[in-house]
């Protein structure tokens, strides 16, 4: 299997502009994770989804962040509009199934610089 | 609030030394506990992860144990190599159905050849 696959890699923007984030999980996984990191807040979780449907959304920072999951093959990350503050590497993670045995597995991450 | 802190926050040893990471948690209802490793521009890998039933896991020269009523996990690195360097992450869920991960801040490590 390819892993989790994150696209772009990189993406600098104006503040202002639109970014989506994409993610493709490992096939058969059912649950997906959104993930930030900072330097000054390190990983935190955003928002995750289970069978495509998104369940805790509570690490969303603003309005301006949205995901959605349109099928299990495929999530997208929006920010709208994009400040500076929103700089940062964001990750998708996803897993296979619920339990104590069950470990997430991340992506390469995207580095959003917002200039 | 579960809050998770790895010490120390960097750490540079001679090739062939074992090392230790410490990682404690203040909320011991944890469902499990995952170390991972992370190198500079890239995503994390799963080293190990060890239930809340479980005292520890091993895979190859990389040993993690868990004390959950102290709130305390190690990674023990054995016989370590240029390569290991890596900032290493360690990661409790929240004890509820989701596994939900709250992360520590990271060991950066430097094994110096």
């Known amino acids: 299997d390819a892993g989790v696959i994150q696209s772009p890699r990189h993406e600098v923007t104006e503040m202002g502009q639109e970014v989506t984030l994409r993610c493709k999980p490992i096939s058969g996984h059912d649950y997906l994770f959104w993930y930030r990191q900072t330097m000054m807040r390190g990983l935190e979780l955003l928002i995750y989804?289970?069978?495509?449907?998104?369940?805790?959304d509570s690490g969303m920072p603003e309005d301006r962040f949205s995901a959605k999951m349109p099928n299990a093959s495929f999530s997208t990350l929006k920010i709208q509009p994009s400040e500076p503050r929103d700089s940062a590497v964001y990750f998708c993670a996803s897993r296979n199934g619920q339990g104590a045995s069950y470990e997430q597995y991340f992506g390469p991450g995207t580095r959003l610089t917002v200039t | 609030k579960q809050e998770v802190t790895q010490i120390p926050a960097a750490l540079s040893v001679p090739e062939g030394e074992n090392l230790v990471l410490n990682c404690s948690f203040t909320d011991s209802a944890i469902y499990n506990l995952q170390w991972f490793r992370q190198d500079p521009g890239k995503g994390l890998t799963s080293l190990l992860l060890i239930q809340s039933s479980q005292r520890e896991q091993t895979s190859g020269r990389l040993n993690a144990s868990l004390d959950k009523s102290s709130g305390r996990s190690t990674l023990y690195i054995a016989a370590s190599q240029p390569g290991d360097s890596a900032t290493y992450l360690c990661a409790v869920s929240d004890g509820g159905a989701t596994n939900k991960l709250i992360f520590g801040t990271g060991t950066l490590l430097a094994v110096q050849p």
């Open positions: 989804f289970n069978n495509n449907v998104p369940i805790d």
